[in-house]
């Protein structure tokens, strides 16, 4: 039989003093753990969105990799130039 109590009391009985006002639900522990059971258990469109979000994150990295090698070349190439720059004013 569920009851609520007017004051919080843990499975022990005790009251808490950080939580003394308000409903609270006083069920058997069993209840408890089979909710939190059901809660964890993974849906029908569970291994769906796990799917999409591994593929997300796959075309993330890729698009970070492919941005990275872009400002490598463009690093190096701007180096080369500054260096070509260095060269014929040291001619001069």
Known sequence: MRRYSEMAVSTLGVSLS?????????????????????ILAPGPGRSTADAALTALKRE????????????RK???????????RRRQEDLR
């Not at 993330?60 to 400002?71: D, F, L, M, V």
């Not at 463009?74 to 070509?84: G, I, K, N, P």
């Open 18 to 38: 950080h939580s003394s006002s308000g409903l609270v639900f006083v069920g058997s522990v069993k209840e408890c753990s089979h909710v939190t059971k059901q």
């Open 60 to 71: 993330i990295a890729q698009r970070n990799e492919h941005a990275q090698k872009e400002a």
């Open 74 to 84: 463009l690093r190096t190439a701007r180096d080369r130039e500054q260096l070509r």
